[in-house]
């Protein structure tokens, strides 16, 4: 099995451990940059991408003109997406369990009778309509 390449410090593949990301499953790529730069910017292929198979999650880093850089930054900005990815998704699944524990959970006493008040009140407007005949 491949490991991480040299340029992702042990913390970072600590992080990846924990997200269950295998070395495989990530694609890198170094492609030349765009943008202001000219000729230095033309030549040399300082633009990592890497993307995240499984997922499709894709990072593209150019900040800084090394590329050995540029591929430890872009390292550690996959790892935060996937985290932030897996925290979402837990948010949301906490949010769809609350959702149905509101929904589900008893009505208390003033609920009820606020409730009852506004049934009257609704049938008392609706009693003063009269009905319609088919005269005119």
Do not use: Y
Request: proline share 2%.
């Amino acid at each position: 099995m491949a490991d991480f390449p040299d340029v992702v410090e042990a913390s970072l593949r600590a992080r990846f451990v924990s997200l269950g990301v295998k070395p495989g499953e990530v694609e890198e790529q170094f492609i030349r940059g765009a943008g202001a730069g000219g000729q230095k910017i033309n030549k040399t292929s300082s633009t990592v991408v890497l993307r995240h198979r499984p997922t499709g999650v894709e990072v593209r880093c150019q900040r800084e003109r090394s590329q050995s850089v540029n591929r430890l930054l872009a390292w550690s900005e996959l790892a935060g997406k996937l985290e932030w990815r897996r925290a979402e998704a837990a948010n949301q699944k906490q949010a769809a369990r609350e959702l149905t524990r509101r929904q589900t959970r008893q009505k208390s006493r003033g609920q009820k009778v606020r409730m009852i008040e506004t049934k009257k009140h609704r049938a008392k407007h609706k009693s003063s309509r009269g009905r319609v005949s088919g005269d005119w």
